[in-house]
Nanobody, 127 residues
């Protein structure tokens, strides 16, 4: 079992940066693929970025590629999402999610592949 708590959200102007953190507890974290998803008002939750348990592979949605970077520190049980060059369309609640069944070099990108998630953190980008 994995418990996840996101932090680092806030209000930022377009072009600015934020770094989200996800603190995890539970033995399964260090062997789980991790992902960030987001959900804007009136829209479905969408995949943003994912990373394998060993951090040897990452994957990004086209909309954030080149601007966002996902990383993890298994010694600290933490996953990060560095967000640069933020745009108003990045405004959403961001969720950290764990896919405990994926321990290889494959990065899951579909919501049902993840079985734990946190409460989310709000990111608002003003124009």
């Amino acid at each position: 079992q994995v418990q996840l708590v996101e932090s680092g959200g806030g209000l930022v102007q377009a072009g600015g940066s934020l770094r989200l953190s996800c603190a995890a507890s539970g033995r399964a974290f260090s062997t789980s693929a991790m992902g960030w998803f987001r959900q804007a008002p009136g829209k479905e939750r969408e995949f943003v970025a994912g990373i394998t348990w060993s951090a040897d592979s990452t994957y990004y949605a086209d909309s954030v590629k080149g601007r966002f970077t996902i990383s993890r520190d298994n010694a600290k049980n933490t996953v990060y999402l560095q967000m640069n060059s933020l745009k108003p369309e990045d405004t959403a609640v961001y969720y950290c999610e764990a896919a405990t069944s994926y321990r290889g070099s494959y990065v899951p990108v579909i919501s049902y592949q993840y079985n734990y998630w946190g409460q989310g953190t709000q990111v608002t980008v003003s124009s």
